[in-house]
């Protein structure tokens, strides 16, 4: 539905963004994700019609947005926006803001108002409201209905829920995947949160320096980073020097397979912390056995910082807490699955 070709951007002599290429089908949720300043706001402008590209293409629904010769300007593109902040009206009313850009009597708009609130599952008390006067996850669903109220195709979202608190960021990320899913309505999510850009994608598309590093559906990007930077990026990492031979790796915590090896030869492998399971050591077989040598305790989770017995290596893991974990102590290390290798 949405096709960016070979897109690139300067501002003045900063090269923005740099041949970006993303297909983006109806209905679908991507994320781009990356760390600040890596270009994503520009690309979202550039998408909507804000910028204009230095070079490349943009073709939604098989008409060009943009080519060399050609323009659309953005209140043609059927693309809706909900910018990163400042996104509301401060002088206009709740039902005014989203009523902003409707056609119509005023019977008909109000009417259109109440269903577009509906929608976005707000309170038709708040319709009389200034923005200061409703919580940062209503502005959010204000802002959210006012784009949906042009009926876009597409709807870009730039880290729309990065003021909210933890629980509220999580439910109004649903809530919106939800209804933009249920209204056919294409997004793209911006963001710096790899979870929120995990959870919410069917696509995700990683973003380092103007150009993408990595796109595919979220649990392949995870489990298989072309990289270091963007394993990192997306969660917590075990890295680990590895001798491969045969696509086997042979490592500090034993031989771990490595299905898709290109090269025999030394590298750096990858594990994930869910493929480690630590347990206090006892008769049983394991890949390793490690001594905690120190528990950095957050509630649920506690970090462990491990030194594998028999190397110099140590490797810090989230687990799950336990109350017989303890400094000093030693531990079998189970590992489940494969490896990748991250260079
Ligand atoms: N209008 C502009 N003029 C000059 N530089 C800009 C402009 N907009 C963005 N930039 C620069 O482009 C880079 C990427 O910015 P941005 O797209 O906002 O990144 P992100 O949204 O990933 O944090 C930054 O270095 C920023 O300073
Ligand atoms: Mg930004």
Request: glycine share 8%.
């Amino acid at each position: 539905m949405l096709l960016l070709e070979n897109i690139s951007k300067k501002f003045g002599t900063a090269q923005v963004l740099n041949n970006i290429n993303l297909s983006v089908t109806s209905g679908s949720r991507t994320a781009i994700v990356g760390p600040s300043g890596s270009g994503k706001t520009t690309l979202l402008r550039l998408i909507a019609g804000f910028e204009i590209p230095d070079s490349g293409r943009i073709i939604l629904h098989d008409r060009p947005l943009f080519t060399g010769g050609s323009f659309v300007p953005p209140h043609h593109r059927k693309i809706g926006f909900v910018p990163q902040e400042g996104a509301l009206f401060p002088h206009l009313s709740v039902a005014k803001n989203i009523a902003w850009g409707l056609k119509g009597t005023s019977k008909e708009i109000e009417q259109q108002v109440h269903a577009l609130m509906e929608r976005v599952a707000l309170d038709h008390s708040l319709a009389k409201r200034w923005p200061h006067e409703v919580s940062g996850g209503q502005q959010q669903r204000v802002a959210l209905a006012r784009a949906l109220a042009q009926k876009p195709a597409l709807m870009l979202l730039d880290e729309p829920f990065s003021a909210l608190d933890a629980g509220l960021r999580n439910a109004t990320r649903k809530a919106t995947a939800e209804l933009l899913t249920e209204a056919g309505v294409a997004a793209i999510l911006v963001t710096h949160d790899q979870n929120e850009a995990l959870s919410f994608a069917t696509q995700i598309a990683v973003i380092s320096q103007g150009s993408f590093a990595q796109t595919g559906r979220p649990i392949e990007v995870y489990s298989n980073p072309i990289n270091q930077e963007t394993a990192l990026f997306l969660g917590d990492a075990i890295l680990l020097p590895g001798q491969i031979r045969d696509a086997k790796a042979y490592t500090a915590l034993g031989d771990i397979d490595v299905p898709d090896a290109p090269a025999d030869g030394c590298h750096t492998v990858m594990l994930r912390p869910e493929q480690l399971r630590i347990e206090p050591c006892h008769a049983r077989q394991s890949d390793a056995v490690a001594t905690i040598m120190h528990i950095d305790f957050s509630g649920f989770f506690s970090t462990l910082t491990l030194l594998i017995n028999a190397s110099v290596q140590t490797i810090t893991v989230k687990v799950v807490t336990r109350a017989d974990f303890k400094p000093g102590i030693l531990v079998n290390v189970l590992i489940s699955g494969s490896a990748v290798i991250v260079n």
